[in-house]
């Protein structure tokens, strides 16, 4: 994969990022309709539910951030342990699963910002699962590197070549109950009958009540000033509050080190206090945002791998700005396969030994949509990647604020990752950036540009009162704009 220069979509009515060009189509279509910002996100997100099923689904989760001229709302579309779950964490198997929020949480969103009908929404989505669509280059080399696992599941697919045509009946059929039925079909339905009563017969513990009762809470969004600039994201349970803490330490720091490698130190910081985002105050959290000194490495062990996930960024003529993300946390979820249903289920728990439980049993979540407002832009941005996604962020927004770099060109830069304990780097960084990190006692390992380790910004905001988005060259991500 190459770099090169490519164009900003600038439109009148509205624009979309996503995780595949289908997704994109689908909010573009929403738009069309005279929906919002909003409709085009629940649009693109089940579109995106269809076409990467090894990211996100119906089983999995979403963290939304929604912003009109009044202020940012927070969606957390996480679910919750099974009331008769317990430590410590199963190994693997639905008895990893908690309850799916993505649907919920989108619903939530839609009956609060959403224009259009929402059986409208999912029109594409229910196309897509009928008719079929051409597998992406990253679904078929996930389907490659599970093969032993899937095999093992009840997913009728095998070993997928780019290009391939996969349809699902099942998931048409469920997303078509979903369009009459809305959320609560999915949570106290049909539906959902076959949704617990096929993963207790897998060893789930999860019952009709832990679906029947689930909610989506919003909570008020952590937003912190950086210079003329405002940044708002997810509260906890996402731990986009790491990120914060790395940016609003490097507010003050010292001119003479190279500011790449203190930003590497400050990320890596952050991460020591992953353990206290579900027990501490948001403001507490932020008091104890050391700046960086240079002085010294930070191995960041705590920051681990995985690149589940799938980002949707949307924003419409009136200036509404949505930034969210899908997942099932790690690829194919616990590769569970409702087949009844068409979808795979989320291995959450695998999580809640990063950090204890919320007080409603919801595991700490990386999906971390953000909101940066400048004097010039008001941008949505997400990206995939676990506990790169904040790493990939703050490294977007420094480079937008600290060296005035153009939206595109923050996008397109090398980046590096933090992953147990080494410093991953794409290959075409700068080799001043890479002494920099080398002369603070940093090991560089170098990957190839596009590795799927460092993410995939998808960006929509407005600029000069037109709405814009852009996508990230990285995997299969798209914008366009109307």
């Known amino acids: 994969m190459t770099q090169g220069d490519r164009p900003v979509n600038f439109g009148n009515v509205g624009a979309v990022a996503a995780g595949h060009p289908l997704a994109v189509e689908a909010g573009l279509a929403a738009l069309r309709l005279g929906g919002s910002a909003a409709d085009a996100a629940v649009a693109a997100s089940f579109a995106l539910m269809v076409t990467l099923p090894q990211a996100c689904s119906l089983g999995g989760d979403a963290m939304i951030l929604a912003r009109n001229p009044n202020g940012v709302t927070a969606f957390n579309g996480s679910g919750s342990a099974p009331l008769l779950w317990c430590p410590p964490v199963a190994a693997s198997g639905a008895a990893t699963a908690t309850v799916p929020g993505a649907v919920h949480a989108l619903f939530a969103m839609h009956e609060q910002f959403g224009r259009l009908p929402w059986p409208m929404l999912l029109t594409a989505a229910i196309t897509l699962a009928e008719q079929g669509f051409p597998a992406s280059e990253e679904l078929a080399a ?45 949570y106290q339905g049909s539906t959902a009958h076959q949704l617990v009563t096929a993963l207790r017969a897998r060893g789930s513990l999860m019952s009709a009540e832990d679906l029947s009762s689930h909610v989506t809470p919003s909570p008020e969004p952590v937003s912190v000033q950086l210079g003329a600039a405002r940044l708002t994201v997810q509260p906890p349970v996402s731990q986009a509050i790491l990120g914060v803490m790395a940016l609003v330490s490097m507010q003050d720091v010292p001119a003479h080190v190279p500011r790449e490698s203190l930003l590497v130190e400050a990320m890596g910081n952050a991460f020591q206090s992953r353990e206290l ?24 062990s705590s920051a681990t791998g995985g690149n589940h996930t799938a980002a949707v960024t949307c924003v419409d003529a009136e200036q509404n700005v949505i930034s969210l993300l899908v997942s099932i946390y790690q690829e194919f979820g616990c590769f569970e396969y409702i087949h009844e249903l068409g979808f ?36 949505a941005l997400a990206t995939p990647g676990a506990d790169a996604q904040v790493q990939v962020l703050a490294q977007v927004i420094d480079d937008i604020l600290a060296h ?18 080494d410093l991953l780097c794409e290959e075409g960084m700068a ?16 990957l190839p540009f596009g590795h799927m380790n460092f993410g995939a910004v998808a960006v929509a905001g407005f600029a000069d009162d037109h709405p814009f988005s852009i996508a990230d060259r990285r995997r299969s991500y798209s914008a366009d704009a109307i």
Do not use: Y
Not at 354 to 375: C, G, K
């Open 431 to 446: 080799p001043e950036r890479i002494s920099s990190f080398e002369q603070v006692g940093h090991e560089v390992h170098p």
């Open 404 to 421: 005035g770099s153009d939206i595109g060109a923050a996008i397109d830069s090398p980046r590096w990752r933090l992953q147990d304990g």
């Open 142 to 186: 996930a389907t490659v590197r599970n093969q032993e696992l899937l095999s093992k599941s009840t997913w009728p697919v095998s070993c997928l070549q780019a290009g391939d045509v996969l349809r699902n009946d099942p998931l048409a059929h469920t997303l078509r109950q979903l369009a009459d039925g809305g959320a609560a079909e999915f």
């Open 344 to 379: 795979f289920v989320n291995n959450r728990l695998k999580g809640a030994d990063l950090a204890p439980l919320s007080e409603d049993r919801r595991p700490i979540h990386t999906l971390s949509p953000m909101i940066l407002e400048t004097p010039e832009v008001v941008i």
């Open 277 to 300: 985002v579900m027990t501490t105050p948001v403001d507490q959290l932020l008091a104890t945002a050391v700046a960086p000194t240079g002085q010294r490495v930070t191995r960041a």
